[in-house]
């Protein structure tokens, strides 16, 4: 007898005949957001008002202890700084360390010393410091009886010109301590350490160290 064979027929399962687990479900209608109930627009804005006064609160410690952008309002350092140029000023620097020769600082006037403009912080740059005997010889700094190399100058500047009133030279003196005798770069109109009533200024009236120009923006660079 010739073999049987068994044939097996493949059935398509449809939707209904699938287990209710691995039917595919029907599109739910999109859900609508309900509005903002007004405890979360409160809590929105106190959320707001908390960012903003931390930030301020942040700007505020870092102006007060450790940084702070000053505006230059004079011609005294050019032509290293120019009038309208902003500085950046570091006030935790001779926390760690000596005020050095060659820093740019910013300092504050005694009350009694600000003048009608109102301007009562200076930046100047640091050439003598406690202890050092300056003076001026034919137009060059000396620091104890040795020439001061003076790169950041512009081409031809003196220090103490006899045909120039406003850039007067520095009589043989030693500085005292606990302050620093400071000049502007543009010897030739600097209200500075060379006048009697400014002369040396006390180490604790600087504010701190000018560290980089941050504007004008072709300009940034560091000090």
Not at 9 to 20: E, F, L, N, Y
Not at 25 to 50: G, I, K, N, Q, T
Not at 82 to 97: C, E, F, M, P, T
Request: charged share 25%; proline share 9%.
């Amino acid at each position: 007898m010739p073999e049987s064979s068994t044939a097996t027929v493949d059935r398509a399962v449809t939707d209904t005949d699938a287990p209710a687990e691995d039917r595919p479900r029907a599109a739910s209608a999109p859900a609508h957001r309900m509005p903002a109930e007004p405890a979360d627009r409160v809590r929105s804005a106190v959320e707001w008002v908390a960012v903003i006064v931390g930030a301020l609160v942040v700007a505020l410690v870092v102006k007060t202890f450790l940084f702070q952008a000053f505006f230059i309002p004079s011609a005294s350092m050019e032509p290293t700084l120019q009038k309208g140029d902003r500085v950046i000023v570091n006030k935790l620097s001779y926390d760690a360390h000596e005020v050095n020769r060659g820093d740019v600082i910013v300092f504050e006037l005694a009350p009694d010393e600000v003048g009608p403009d109102g301007i009562k912080d200076l930046i100047k740059r640091v050439v003598g410091l406690p202890g050092d005997v300056i003076e001026t010889r034919d137009g060059v700094v000396y620091i104890n009886d040795r020439a001061l190399e003076e790169p950041y100058l512009a081409d031809g500047m003196v220090t103490g010109d006899p045909d120039d009133g406003q850039n007067p030279s520095i009589s043989r003196q030693t500085v005292p301590e606990g302050h620093v005798f400071v000049l502007g770069d543009n010897r030739s109109n600097s209200a500075d350490s060379r006048y009697p009533y400014r002369g040396p200024i006390p180490i604790d009236t600087i504010i701190g160290r000018a560290f980089v120009l941050i504007w004008p923006p072709d300009a940034i660079g560091g000090l």
